[in-house]
């Protein structure tokens, strides 16, 4: 049974992660500053190799302890999906996300490059360092416009891991997809925002209009492209994204039609954010064509697999804070 570790366990995709790499039948240790989420925002949870996940509550910025944790385990595979992911944010505290972001992530890099354990550390990126796309982005595009600090320290990282992949021969892979979606997501993600304001009989906030353009992919599919990278023996950048683009507005209408609601009740237009960009657009042919992968699960179906499960814990969510709660 192969080790892996995976930095960032609690957030959304990383749950995910852990739980797809238990169902390949790794043994998985997770890494997270913040304790485990309650059961229901946990895909692992209920696996049943749940055994073979192993939880460490230590944060990514107490180096000491992370590394001696990992020379310990000596992983085949280390996964980053730890983040300040919140963009809007970024502007009002950016040395915060500079500091993880960009700073964290590199001294883990720079200490991992010398391990002999490694195989491979997976380093989950962002669209969002592309900024507003002219056109599609293919994985080797330098094509770089980021708009927020959060987008510019991940742009940083991302360059500073791969000098250490040129330099180094450093078995690094980065994974950028377009926005993600599925249940268990953050409760303030516009996806299940918008069928928990529905049902609260609350309207949702349109910034800009909801014109701008994201490309939703389900997280399942981009774990399994991701997944799939690890057999691959070129250390390099994959894309994954979904066929699109919708705009922000146009999956709120079908959140709305699928809870049975109207867009006049719900709806209700603001001024557009600091930095939002009109459109990411990725080009994620070298994974289809190199990975023969594709996405399997549609944006439809996705929107009504979290209204299930929105509807299944409803009276466990209405106790949640609804807004991104920052945890200094």
Known sequence: MQRVVVLGSNCFTGSHLVAALLEQGFEVHGISRSREYAAYFLPYAHSAHKAHFHFHHMDLHESALVFTLLDKLAPSYVFTVAALSEVALSHEIPLEYFATNLQAISRLAHWLKDKPWLNRHLHISSAEIFGSCEGAQTADSHEFRPSTPYAVSKLA??????????????????????????????????IPRTLIYSKLGK?????????????????????????KTLEYPEHRTWHFTQAGPETVADVVRMCLEAAGQNWEDHVEMVGERLGQDARYWLDDSDSRQLLNW???????????????????????????PLNYVHKR
């Open 294 to 320: 594709a996405p399997q699960i549609s944006l439809a179906q996705g929107i009504a697999e979290t209204q299930a499960w929105v509807d299944e814990h409803w009276e466990k969510i209405q106790s949640e």
């Open 203 to 227: 309207k949702i906030e349109l910034h800009g209009g909801g014109t701008a353009q994201k490309s939703f992919i389900h997280v399942k599919d981009v774990i399994a492209g991701s997944l």
């Open 157 to 190: 990282a991302d360059l500073y891991l791969e000098t250490l992949r040129q330099n180094f021969g450093y078995p690094v892979t980065l994974i950028r997809s377009t926005n993600v979606f599925g249940k268990h997501q953050q409760l303030f993600k516009i």
